[in-house]
């Protein structure tokens, strides 16, 4: 049995599309913040620590930090095509994604340990701790309340952007909308529905950020 909106063109079996394109879009979102948020936690502590990392991955940050992310992914994916490279298109967005997540985090994280007053650093090591343990018990808590706020703007944003993996293939939330969108011209109620659904993504995160602001601020 098959219910059909009155005027709308909308049938319910419409409602699991939309829902796998919301799965899809959610865990685009959770596997590029992560494999990003990881490797630019690495890269950042890199670039305050060593010269020749600075210089070495500048260019890269520098690229992936002005250049759209349409541009990217459809520069990418086409280079990668003439190549002969074959991937499905959840990780080629996920690579694309979290390699950009990656740049951004860096900054964020070299940001974060060069605001630590480094009389607290010479304190730390005059009490006896080794660089590592001045590094895990001083520097990464007062970097972490530096560069939380930033990170979570920057989570913020590639949920947003995941909506662009959709020129390479993937068909995600909003890729699945505008399919809809084609096929019923039911383009307010699509977008609106749209729209709601980032709100309702982004506005806990935004919320609960704003909770562990406060919290590690005491």
Not at 44 to 64: C, E, K, M, Q
């Amino acid at each position: 049995m098959q219910f059909q909106f009155a005027n709308q063109g909308l049938a319910w079996s419409d409602a699991y599309f939309l829902a796998e394109g919301l799965l899809n879009t959610v865990r685009l979102a959770a596997a590029a913040t992560l494999i990003g948020t990881l490797a630019g936690i690495v890269l950042g502590w890199l670039r305050t620590v060593s010269l020749t990392a600075r210089v070495a991955t500048t260019p890269f940050i520098d690229i992936l930090r002005s250049v759209p992310m349409i541009i990217q992914l459809i520069l990418a994916n086409s280079f990668l095509s003439i190549l002969g490279f074959g991937a499905s298109p959840f990780w080629f967005g996920t690579v694309a994604l979290g390699a950009w997540m990656s740049a951004v985090t860096a900054e964020v994280v070299r940001a974060g340990l060069l605001s630590v007053p480094v009389q607290y650093r010479r304190s730390a090591r005059s009490l006896g701790m080794n660089g590592y343990q001045e590094l895990l018990y001083i520097s990464t808590p007062l970097a972490f309340r530096t560069g939380l706020a930033p990170w979570i703007g920057l989570v913020l944003s590639l949920i947003k952007d995941s909506a662009l993996a959709g020129v390479v293939g993937y068909v995600e939330y909003m890729r699945s909308t505008q399919i809809l969108i084609t096929r019923t011209h039911e383009t307010w109620l699509l977008l609106m529905g749209a729209g709601l659904f980032y709100f309702i993504i982004c506005y806990p995160v935004s919320r609960y950020s704003r909770h562990l602001e406060r919290k590690v601020r005491v």
